[in-house]
């Protein structure tokens, strides 16, 4: 099996990467609040990249059927809590042909390494920062993808043609639920940063 990506192709798949980063950045593409944990991780090693992220969000998404994307449409997302009057207006207001879902999702965070050493360590630092759904994504010839997840998710159809499916009682509970996984998400990112922190230190040391 695999174990790791020659140096003078990696360099090269890396730069790309941060040039990428850097791109979607200046263009606004970027969750400001996802980016001291992305400048942690590429900060952390030569042999690491982040290539995708999302802070957590909260999403309206109208599927025709659950869990096929290739019907599903965005209707209206965020990347903070947002205030339930809001949320509540965009779902009465939602006039589209298939059911919407209301969706919650936490932190994730796709991350290239030459190594597959060092994607196990990024991965067993994402499980000890509290990301218990860390796992090593894919390998293949061009590096070894660790992908960064928590376990906070909800998934709740909230309108069906003209019926809505819930009720203001119901935002009030969400609006609560919402503004709970965010202080989580804050929490965990945090601790990841403290732990790449505290383990670049040790190396340096060394």
Not at 11 to 27: D, P, V
Not at 106 to 121: M, Y
Request: aromatic share 10%; net charge positive.
């Amino acid at each position: 099996m695999i174990t790791e990506v020659d140096r003078r192709i990696w360099r090269e798949i890396r730069r790309k990467h941060i040039i990428s980063l850097t791109r979607a950045y200046r263009k606004g593409l970027v969750d400001k609040g996802i980016m001291p944990l992305i400048e942690e991780i590429n900060n952390y090693s030569e042999d690491c990249v982040t290539t995708s992220s999302c802070y957590g969000r909260i999403v309206l998404i109208s599927f025709r059927y659950i869990g096929d994307k290739s019907l599903s449409s965005f209707y209206r997302k965020w990347h903070e809590p947002v205030e339930k009057h809001i949320l509540w207006r965009e779902i009465l207001g939602y006039k589209g042909r298939y059911p919407l879902w209301l969706i919650l999702q936490s932190t994730i965070v796709h991350i290239k390494c030459r190594t597959l050493d060092k994607a196990i360590e990024l991965r067993n630092m994402g499980l000890e920062a509290g990301y218990k759904y860390s796992k090593i994504l894919s390998i293949s010839s061009r590096g070894f993808t660790t992908e960064i997840s928590g376990t906070e998710r909800l998934n709740l159809p909230v309108k069906r043609g003209d019926k809505i499916l819930i009720n203001e009682e119901f935002m009030e509970y969400f609006s609560e639920i919402m503004k709970e996984m965010f202080e989580r998400i804050e929490i965990k990112k945090n601790r990841l940063i403290e732990i790449l922190k505290n383990k670049n230190l040790k190396i340096r040391k060394n």
